[in-house]
């Protein structure tokens, strides 16, 4: 496979999974679309290597989403923010 339609299709899936593990979270995000994507990326990534340590296969899509969404939750949690709630850096600001 070409090297350039390999990162178009890891681009492509980490949009869509992080995109998809944002919306599964309550409350609006203040992420850009690269850091939706990185998340993405990120969440397939440990989804792939987990489920490929523990049950020798590839994971299923539900699994990245659910990773990616975790990473979310994560960062939401280190800017101070909660399950509903994403904090962020501009709260409390004049």
Same mark, same amino acid.
């Given at each position: 496979?070409?090297?350039?339609?390999?990162?178009?299709? /890891?681009?492509?899936? =980490?949009? /869509?999974?992080?995109? %998809?593990?944002?919306?599964?979270?309550?409350?609006?995000?203040?992420?850009?679309?690269?850091?939706?994507?990185?998340?993405?990326?990120?969440? $397939?990534?440990?989804? =792939? %290597?987990?489920?490929?340590?523990?049950? =020798?296969?590839?994971?299923? #899509? #539900?699994? $990245?989403? %659910?990773?990616?969404?975790?990473?979310?939750?994560?960062?939401?949690? $280190?800017? =101070?923010?909660? %399950?509903?709630?994403?904090?962020?850096?501009?709260?409390?600001?004049?």
């Amino acid at each position: 496979m070409n090297v350039l339609l390999l990162l178009l299709i /890891l681009v492509l899936q =980490g949009i /869509l999974v992080g995109g %998809l593990a944002r919306l599964a979270l309550p409350g609006r995000d203040p992420m850009s679309l690269g850091q939706t994507m990185l998340i993405g990326i990120a969440g $397939s990534l440990a989804a =792939g %290597l987990l489920s490929y340590y523990v049950i =020798g296969r590839a994971p299923a #899509f #539900f699994i $990245s989403v %659910l990773f990616a969404t975790v990473i979310v939750y994560l960062v939401r949690r $280190s800017r =101070g923010g909660g %399950l509903t709630d994403p904090g962020g850096a501009g709260r409390g600001r004049a």
